[in-house]
């Protein structure tokens, strides 16, 4: 560990624990900058029993010294051994709270440290089940653009486990990514449409989907938007329309069927066969409706 300083490291720990709040700020700053450093700090700050002092001042009352913890420990998480570690400390609930109540600078970066842990499998279900997802749609339709940014990569990640789906969709997420997909200067159509595809693909996101009116825009998307994103919309479109004939109707009326011909030919290999699947649809459809 040739690059890092353990005195140092071992006098800001000492520091953390100090009765003045001025003192445990800055060293709670200090350690932040460390860990954005290097990977070696990252190393030595974790082994000098750092990461259950930063969980504590996660409850501090004072909003900058909060702030420096739970970036110290989105920039310690970076290290895939600290994710455990500060998983293990008990932070997750704490990290949840700040992202609730914390200033704008402490919730965009609770909801990057919870991306950061959530991309362990087992961490998906602890952080759904803290409470996260209804703090994290908070910030998705309140934050800076940085903020929702940082929002929609965690509920992504986290909307991976079936059961956060659901907690998503009842959290009330579909009215506000529909928002986004409309509002195309906004600068969140691609993650509107990559959060949408996920939950699409489970039975309740697929209903309240269906609620939202979103086929106008859907098709508007297949037939003019970027390969991605017409290949999200294609997966949400074949979610909707899979044993519906009114969606498939509707998308019928809305002239999508030479949009997905194209896209057949031309998208993504994922596109290619979401427009397939749905042109199969749209060819059944019109064989009932005229036999």
């Known amino acids: 560990m040739e690059n890092c300083d353990r005195p140092a490291i071992h006098a800001l720990l000492q520091k953390l624990v100090d009765r003045n709040p001025e003192v445990q700020r800055a060293a709670a700053g200090e350690l932040r900058l460390l860990a954005k450093r290097n990977a070696d700090n990252r190393v030595c700050i974790a082994e000098a029993g750092a990461i259950p002092r930063l969980v504590e001042l996660l409850s501090s009352t004072d909003p900058r010294t909060q702030e420096h913890a739970v970036t110290a420990l989105l920039n310690l998480s970076i290290n895939e051994a600290n994710k455990g570690s500060i998983v293990n400390s008990g932070a ?24 950061s842990l959530s991309v362990i499998d087992e961490n998906k279900v602890k952080i759904g089940a803290a409470g ?15 903020g929702k940014k940082d929002a929609a990569t965690a509920i992504f990640n986290l909307a991976i486990y079936q059961g956060n789906k659901v907690r998503a969709v009842r959290a009330g997420i579909v009215a506000p990514l529909m928002r986004f997909l409309k509002d195309a200067g906004g600068g969140m159509v691609d993650e509107a449409l990559a ?3 996920i939950l699409a693909s489970h039975q309740e ?19 003019t938007a ?36 194209e896209l057949s030919e031309n998208g993504t290999d994922r596109a290619k066969r979401k427009a397939g699947n749905v042109l199969e649809l749209l060819q059944r459809f019109e064989v009932a409706v005229n036999p």
């Open 226 to 261: 970027s390969p991605r994103n017409r290949e999200n919309a294609a997966a949400i479109l074949w979610s909707l329309c899979t044993g519906d004939a009114q969606h498939l109707k509707a998308a019928r009326e809305l002239g999508v069927e030479e949009a997905l011909k």
């Open 132 to 146: 996260a997802i209804p703090a994290l749609i908070d910030l998705l339709c309140q934050g800076t653009p940085r």
């Open 195 to 197: 959060i949408l595809a």
């Open 92 to 115: 997750i609930p704490d990290i949840v709270d700040v992202l609730r109540i914390g200033s704008m600078e402490g919730r965009e970066n609770a909801a990057a440290t919870l991306f």
């Open 205 to 223: 996101g697929k209903l309240a989907i269906g609620q939202a009116e979103p086929l106008p825009v859907l098709v508007e998307v297949i037939k």
